[in-house]
């Protein structure tokens, strides 16, 4: 059965700080790993993954891929509150049909 | 607002009623997803379609839900005799269905407390 684990459970820094959140997946004829952030309700999503060694950046956000390792981190670099947040770590199989979620990091970014 | 939309946001009901969550995906989004989420953890993916075509549904809970999406547009999930433990945020999603498959937008959810 396929698996994602995200580590830490739960975060809790200081405006500026900068933090990385880990995951590691089993997924079965893997295709990509995906990060999303669900604030109140609906998940939003950050980055897809495809490739080893490739980062994603979006402004203080990044993300990379270890396809080898089966692991991924996203950073975040100068928090903001407007940063607190559960990130979430998805993997999708190649039949494109269905994610896989971990349990998520809890961030609570304090002024 | 042209996000994916679901009714009601929140159902309060007593255990062996049926329940029915209704999803209004983006409209030229030709996939739709089904998600359960409890507290404290991810969403469990429960079933997808393709346009009107039923793909996978082996991850849906037990043989009391079901869900349909008759003309490929909106999407209904049924729970036919609710118990407490099916209480949880049920998630829409939907997404365009090629190349960036994983890009799900989500609906804000639909709450089921079961009494």
């Known amino acids: 059965e396929d698996k994602v684990v995200q580590s830490p459970l739960s975060l809790v820094v200081h405006e500026g700080d900068t933090v990385t959140l880990n995951c590691s997946y089993e997924v079965t004829n893997f295709r990509s790993l995906l990060w999303y952030k669900q604030e109140k309700k609906a998940p939003t999503f950050l980055f897809m993954l495809t490739s080893s060694g490739i980062e994603k950046k979006s402004g203080r956000l990044s993300s990379i891929l270890d396809k080898k390792e089966l692991f991924s981190i996203l950073n975040i670099t100068a928090t903001q509150t407007g940063d607190s947040a559960v990130y979430l770590c998805?993997?999708?199989?190649?039949?494109?049909?269905?994610?896989?979620f971990g349990g998520g990091t809890r961030l609570m970014v304090k002024p | 607002d042209t996000g994916v939309s679901q009714d009601p946001r929140h159902k309060i009901t007593k255990r062996g009623q049926n329940v029915t969550f209704r999803c209004d995906p983006i409209s030229e989004h030709n996939r739709l997803y089904w998600y359960r989420q409890t507290l404290g953890q991810g969403p469990e993916f429960l079933t997808y379609f393709q346009n009107e075509a039923q793909l996978e549904k082996s991850r849906l809970l037990s043989d009391r839900f079901s869900a349909e999406r008759p003309k490929g547009s909106f999407s209904t999930l049924e729970i036919q005799r609710t118990e407490q433990g099916d209480s949880a945020m049920y998630l829409c999603?939907?997404?365009?269905?090629?190349?960036?498959?994983?890009?799900?937008?989500f609906g804000e959810g639909s709450r089921l407390t079961v009494l």
């Open positions: 998805a993997g999708e199989t190649n039949a494109g049909n269905m994610l896989t």
């Open positions: 999603a939907s997404s365009l269905g090629w190349g960036r498959t994983g890009e799900l937008f």
